[in-house]
């Protein structure tokens, strides 16, 4: 399974961006997927996660009510949707595809500064 993020950018306080996942495979609505990210100096951590079916999602307190992660099993793609964006966001933002193994994206940088 390969995983291939985009999205990511430069962006001021308060603003918004949504970053994109695509998967090569056919079986992705059998995938849980996440999304993580990994600052400077600092531990890889979830951010989000959704179940293979979607019904389900959890997210770190620290990003609750600002994501929305989401899911398009006709595209192979999940998204996370980032509002009100803080400079404690920037960091590299990966996503993984969990089912017996696990997979991860090269990352898309994210940078919230004024």
């Known amino acids: 399974v390969q995983l291939v993020e985009s999205g990511g950018g430069l962006v001021q306080p308060g603003g918004s961006l949504t970053l994109s996942c695509a998967a090569s495979t056919i079986t992705f609505s059998s995938y849980a997927m996440s999304w993580h990210r990994q600052a400077p100096g600092k531990e890889r951590e979830l951010v989000a996660i959704?179940?293979?079916?979607?019904?389900?999602?959890n997210y770190a307190d620290y990003v609750k009510g600002r994501f929305t992660i989401s899911r398009d099993d006709a595209k192979n793609t999940v998204y996370l949707q980032m509002n009100s964006l803080e400079p404690e966001d920037t960091a590299v933002y990966y996503c993984r595809a969990a089912r017996a193994r696990v997979y991860w994206g090269q990352g898309t940088q994210v940078t919230v500064s004024s």
């Open positions: 959704i179940s293979s079916s979607g019904g389900t999602t």
